[in-house]
C-alpha cells in the first residue's frame, strides 16, 4: 500500500493478509521523472519484499497484477521441477503477439503473473535503484522488470499456463 489503512479499515482483520507500506519514493522520482511513476513503484516492490524476507526460507518470489489469479498447488507442483538455487524468471508470454515481437518473447507478462528463483530477486533487488534509473522511459512494470533481469544475463522461462486476458 502506499500508506497505511486507516477509518473503517482499522483495527485490520486477521483474517487478511498483513499490508505493507510500500517505500517512500518521491526523491527517486523527483531524480528521475518517469513516464509511469506508478510503474517504478511496483518493480521497486520487489527489492522490498526481499529485503523485508532475507532471513526467511524463501524459495520463489510470485509477482502478479492486482486483477492476477493465482492457483497456489499448481504452482507448487510445476515449481517442483526447478531447483529454486538457480536464477530463474519463469512466466507466461503475451498473447497479444506484437507485445512479444517488441520485447523479443522475452517478457513474463504481469496480467498473467511471473515467478523469480529467490536468489534472482535477491540479485535484481542488489542494483534496483540503479536500474529504475536505466529505465524511466518504459511504460509497464513487467517491461521494466524484464529489462532489469535482462541486464543480470537471464532470460524468461516461458510456461505454458500463465494467461494474459487481454
Known amino acids: 500500500m502506499d500508506e497505511a489503512p486507516t477509518g473503517d479499515l482499522m483495527p485490520w482483520s486477521d483474517a487478511l493478509p498483513p499490508f505493507r507500506v510500500s517505500d517512500n519514493l518521491t526523491k527517486l ?15 521497486h516492490g520487489i527489492m522490498e519484499v526481499v529485503r523485508e524476507m532475507r532471513d526467511a526460507n524463501i524459495r520463489w518470489i510470485v509477482m502478479g497484477d492486482d486483477d492476477s489469479i493465482f492457483f497456489v498447488e499448481n504452482m507448487i507442483d510445476v515449481l517442483r521441477g526447478f531447483d529454486h538455487r538457480k536464477y530463474y524468471y519463469i512466466g507466461g508470454q503475451s498473447e497479444f503477439i506484437i507485445a512479444n515481437f517488441w520485447y ?13 528463483s529467490y536468489p534472482l530477486a535477491k540479485a535484481l533487488a542488489s542494483d534496483m535503484e540503479n536500474c529504475l534509473r536505466r529505465y524511466t522511459q518504459l511504460v509497464a512494470s513487467d517491461t521494466h522488470t524484464m529489462c532489469c533481469i535482462a541486464d543480470i544475463g537471464v532470460n524468461l522461462t516461458p510456461l505454458k499456463g500463465f494467461h494474459q486476458v487481454l
Open 29 to 43: 522520482l523527483q531524480e528521475t521523472k518517469p513516464r509511469f511513476p506508478k510503474n517504478m513503484r511496483m518493480v
Open 104 to 116: 523479443s518473447f522475452n517478457t513474463g507478462y504481469g496480467g498473467a503473473g511471473f515467478i523469480l
